[in-house]
């Protein structure tokens, strides 16, 4: 079992950035992907960006390619999401989430972090 730990979140005017942190532990593989997703209020979660976390290939939603990006440290056990040029849109609770290549869902999820974009 994979347990994910997010931080980062918070209140930040539009036009600013943000960085979020995930950091990992427990049964972590290099041949995990790693996920950023987001739900807001009334809506449904929503994937953001993925990560391939032995190549560092990544992959993005159009809503945010171009503002977001997925990285991972190695060394810390760690993913982030840069989030620049933030919108109100934006606003939600941000989490992080782990899958395994051979599993179609992620199956193992952070508690998540509130972002909230003050226009």
């Known amino acids: 079992q994979v347990q994910l730990r997010e931080s980062g979140g918070g209140l930040v005017q539009a036009g600013g950035s943000l960085r979020l942190s995930c950091v990992t532990s427990g049964r972590t593989s290099s041949s995990y992907y790693m996920g950023w997703f987001r739900q807001a209020p009334g809506k449904e979660r929503e994937f953001l960006a993925t990560i391939y976390w032995a190549t560092g290939s990544t992959t993005y939603a159009s809503s945010v390619k171009g503002r977001f990006a997925i990285s991972r440290d190695n060394a810390k056990n760690t993913v982030y999401l840069q989030m620049n040029s933030l919108k109100p849109e934006d606003t939600a609770v941000y989490y992080c989430?782990?899958?395994?290549?051979?599993?179609?869902?992620?199956?193992?999820w952070g508690q998540g972090t509130q972002v909230t974009v003050s226009s």
């Open positions: 989430a782990a899958r395994r290549p051979v599993d179609s869902v992620y199956k193992s």
